[in-house]
Every structure is written in C-alpha cells, then in structure tokens.
C-alpha cells in the first residue's frame, strides 16, 4: 500500500524567507501526488498535483514542488513566505482509478516577522 | 456553485452516545469521502461513497458507518463513541476518481466528554 511521509512535524520560517517542506513516498509505481493547505479553522485546498510530465509543477499562491523519482520525493517550495501563508500543509499521494487519497501526518508553519 | 457543506460545525457528546454527521457536496459530485483529523495523526481515511455505493474504507472499527443518498447526500454516524473519538471530521467531494480534486467542507469539530 502506498504511505506519506511528512519529516517535519513543524517548521518556522521568517516573513519573505524561502521555504521548502519536505515529502516522501513510498509506491513501486509512479504515483498521483498532492500539495493541500489548511488554513486555520478551515477544510483543505488544493494547491498543487503531479501526474506526469514536467517534474517542476506550479501551484496557486506561489508555490511549486519538484517530483524526483530517485529519492522518492516531492518537495514543496515557495520563494518568498507572506503571513498569510501560515497554515498546516499536507502531501498526499493516489495511485490511481479509484483508490483511496492518502494523506501525511501534516507540517505546520509558522510565520515570523 | 455552493461549495461542501457539512453541519453541524460543533459537536459536543458524552461516552455511549451516537452521533450524526452531514456532508452536502457540491452540486454534480457523485463522490464523497469522510476522514478525520486528529493533532499528530493528520487525516485518516474513514470510507467513501460512489453512486450510494461505499466503494473505499479505511481501518476504522464497525462503530463508524455511514451512507450516501440518491442526491449524493452522506451521512456519517458513530456510535458508541468514546473519548478517543474526538477529533475534526472533514468531509470531501470530487466528481469519482481519486486523482482528481477534492474539494473539502470545513469540518464538523466532535467533542467527547
């Protein structure tokens, strides 16, 4: 069965500071892979997905994450962090048809100014 | 288009008692799926429902069930309930197959004393 793993249980980052949060998975095959946020007091919203093709994938908000097959992870990356992205952020992976979306365990950012 | 709605927002119960939770999907959304949201667990995968039809379910005793209607409508109950279940409980739409995406309602929050 595919998994999620998300190392960083939470991070904190200044306000105009990069960002990279960290994910792994774990699937023989190619997998469907997803970004979501939410926000405080909020259900998730997508931010970006990966089904194939360019490994780069630019999402709303800012973001991107980066597939890389050879360590088994997508990476999300934001350049420049604004307040207003402090959230918790959740990596998911599919493997297709219809089968269930896993999640990871979440990251929860904290912006600093 | 209204987006998923899932009521109530708050729940508060005691040990024994069951208890009803309602998702509305978005209109045209035949798929509707139910996790919960723990601090330290992220989201876990309690079941989903196609066409009134549950087609996926996740590692959760006999005491969380659910349905869906003919108008895409779903219900989650849990009886019995105990302390441990007290968590967010999210629900999520999409139009059927696990790469697209879903859209999420913002939770019904379950307190159990």
């Known amino acids: 069965a595919q998994s999620v793993t998300q190392p960083d249980i939470h991070i904190t980052v200044s306000e105009g500071a990069s960002l990279e949060l960290r994910c792994n998975y774990s699937?023989?095959?190619?997998?469907?892979l997803f970004w979501y946020v939410q926000s405080p007091g909020q259900g998730l919203q997508l931010l970006l997905k990966?089904?194939?093709?360019?490994?780069l994938v630019q999402g709303i908000k800012g973001f991107e994450a980066e597939f890389k097959r050879s360590q088994s992870s997508f990476n999300l990356r934001k350049p420049s962090v604004h307040w207003s992205d402090a959230a918790e952020y959740f990596c998911?992976?599919?493997?297709?048809?219809?089968?269930?979306?896993?999640f990871g365990t979440g990251t929860r950012l904290t912006i600093i100014p | 288009k209204a987006g998923v709605t899932q009521t109530p927002r708050y729940l508060i119960k005691t040990r024994g008692q069951q208890v009803t939770l309602s998702c509305s999907p978005i209109?045209?959304?035949?798929?509707v799926s139910w996790y919960q949201q723990t601090p330290g667990q992220g989201l876990q995968f309690l079941f989903e429902?196609?066409?009134?039809?549950?087609?996926n379910k996740g590692n959760f005793p006999g005491r969380f069930s659910g349905r869906q209607f003919s108008n895409s409508r779903s219900e989650m109950n849990v009886s019995t309930l105990e302390l441990g279940d007290s968590a967010l409980y999210l629900c999520?739409?999409?139009?059927?197959?696990?790469?697209?995406?879903?859209?999420f309602g913002s939770g019904t929050q379950l307190s159990v004393l």
């Open positions: 998911a992976v599919a493997t297709g048809g219809n089968e269930k979306l896993t």
């Open positions: 990966y089904f194939s093709g360019d490994t």
């Open positions: 429902y196609f066409s009134e039809t549950q087609r």
């Open positions: 209109s045209g959304h035949r798929s």
């Open positions: 999520a739409s999409s139009l059927g197959l696990a790469t697209e995406k879903l859209f």
């Open positions: 699937y023989g095959a190619t997998p469907y």
